[in-house]
């Protein structure tokens, strides 16, 4: 409910729930353009949702989790990548001062 309340498309909201020994996980599959919505900035909304499921766990004595699915997770380039990915300056100027 609370994540169905902050996305732009409600429908595509969907959690499937696993049990085992270590509690429960909570995979939310959201539509790829609400997710910056339900990560927030600097992922404090994802947090704020993960602490009302802990405490919501503490009632229950039960650990509960929350994962969110990111069908695009292997796609984007990561932080490093871009590092090396600078653009080739021409020196060719400078090579020739013979300094």
Avoid: W
């Avoid at 429908?11 to 085992?20: Q, Y």
């Avoid at 292997?74 to 653009?87: F, N, T």
């Amino acid at each position: 409910m609370v994540v169905k309340a902050i996305v732009s498309s409600p429908d595509a909201v969907s959690v499937d729930r696993t049990v085992d020994e270590m509690g429960v996980l909570l995979t939310l599959k959201i539509d790829p353009a609400d997710m910056g919505y339900v990560i927030g900035r600097r992922g404090q909304t994802a947090q704020a949702i993960r602490t009302l499921l802990k405490i919501v766990g503490a009632k229950n004595n039960s650990r509960v989790n929350l994962k969110i699915y990111d069908p695009n997770a292997g796609s984007r380039p990561r932080r490093d990548d871009h590092q090396e990915r600078q653009e080739v300056v021409d020196t060719s100027a400078i090579d020739d001062l013979k300094i």
